[in-house]
């Protein structure tokens, strides 16, 4: 079982960067691909990034490529989401996820298996 901790949430400025963490526990877990997903008010929960297990590939909503970064370290069995060039609709409940069905990477909520608790982005104009 892992279980994910994110962290790095706030209150930014339209134009400003935040950088989440997710920091996971349990066996194993650089064998999973990772992703973040988002959840507004009042919307459904959305891919924002994911990455395979090995770091090799990433993939990205389109509302946020060049925008945001997905990478990991297996060794601090952490995963981030550096996100620039923030704006209001950016924000949102960010949430961190594992996958173990996942060759590479994936942008499917149901293939994510374990998810952590979310950390509020809030983005003013």
């Known amino acids: 079982q892992v279980q994910l901790v994110e962290s790095g949430g706030g209150l930014v400025q339209a134009g400003g960067s935040l950088r989440l963490s997710c920091a996971a526990s349990?066996?194993?877990?650089?064998?999973?691909?990772m992703g973040w997903f988002r959840q507004a008010p009042g919307k459904e929960r959305e891919f924002v990034a994911a990455?395979?297990?090995?770091?090799?590939?990433?993939d990205y909503a389109d509302s946020v490529k060049g925008r945001f970064t997905i990478s990991r370290d297996n060794a601090k069995i952490t995963v981030y989401l550096q996100m620039n060039s923030l704006k209001p609709e950016d924000t949102a409940v960010y949430y961190c996820?594992?996958?173990?069905?996942?060759?590479?990477?994936?942008?499917?909520?149901?293939?994510?298996?374990?998810w952590g608790q979310g950390t509020q982005v809030t983005v003013s104009s």
């Open positions: 990455i395979s297990w090995s770091g090799d590939s990433t």
């Open positions: 996820a594992a996958s173990r069905v996942a060759s590479k990477t994936t942008i499917y909520l149901w293939a994510y298996e374990f």
């Open positions: 349990g066996p194993s877990f650089s064998r999973y691909a």
